[in-house]
């Protein structure tokens, strides 16, 4: 039972290349998530998607773009990275609108140089 | 706009005791609480919830404990043991329009001292 597995686990980019952070869980979840966390800064949400077909912005969004795939796989884009894109990433899910209790991934500590 | 506050960044406690973690809201709309905890290396890991409806929760050694009126949630570990040491998480959400969405505190970083 993976739950909620993110990939790549560790990424260096340099500045300017893109990248995709891949997404999938296994817990038939309908809401998925994209959070930052940054020293002092604690857990920001980046992008969310309430369903399949639905992806709305957070907190964060500038910079980064999103896809949901199918109810299983839920994707996060750097288009251009920028040092300030330098975190880890962190997907997660939860049931939906009833669901209360979000699970999060082992999380993906991307440096951008 | 901080809507969910931690302001202690750390806490060191001795084991075997007592260690409280506190956290202030803003938004009166939020309903439900949970706390997270987060080992190095690791994705933050659900610890125990309230809802608004009650005032206190208890799951073993952990208790959290909501003063609505005060908007002041607090987790308290009994006894406290060297390997609760992590960042502690309080989030928050509201049901309705926009509830896919918790808000996170900033972690408060528990030592458990030996």
């Known amino acids: 039972n993976a739950g909620v597995t993110q990939t790549p686990k560790f990424q260096v980019l340099k500045t300017g290349q893109s990248m995709t952070l891949q997404c999938a869980q296994d817990?038939?979840?309908?809401?998925m998530y994209w959070y930052r966390q940054d020293p002092g800064m604690g857990l920001r949400l980046i992008y969310y998607?309430?369903?399949?077909?639905?992806?709305d912005k957070g907190e964060v969004p500038n910079g980064y773009n999103v896809s949901r795939l199918n109810k299983r796989e839920f994707s996060l884009r750097l288009e251009s990275a920028a040092p300030s894109q330098t975190s880890v990433y962190f997907c997660?899910?939860?049931?939906?609108?009833?669901?209360?209790?979000?699970?999060f991934g082992e999380g993906s500590w991307l440096t951008v140089v | 706009d901080q809507q969910v506050k931690q302001n202690s960044p750390s806490l060191s406690v001795q084991e075997g005791r007592i260690s409280i973690l506190n956290c202030d809201y803003t938004n009166s709309m939020f309903d439900y609480f949970l706390w997270y905890k987060k080992y190095p290396a690791e994705g933050p890991t659900f610890l125990i919830s309230?809802?608004?409806?009650?005032d206190k929760n208890e799951d073993g050694r952990f208790t959290v404990f909501l003063n609505k009126s005060a908007k002041h949630l607090s987790l308290h570990i009994v006894p406290s043991q060297p390997g609760d040491s992590a960042v502690y998480f309080c989030a928050a959400k509201y049901s309705g329009a926009g509830s896919y969405q918790l808000t996170f505190g900033k972690g408060t970083k528990l030592s458990v001292i030996p």
């Open positions: 309230i809802s608004s409806i009650k």
């Open positions: 817990m038939n979840h309908n809401s």
């Open positions: 998607s309430a369903s399949e077909g639905t992806t």
């Open positions: 997660a899910t939860k049931a939906g609108i009833s669901g209360n209790t979000i699970y």
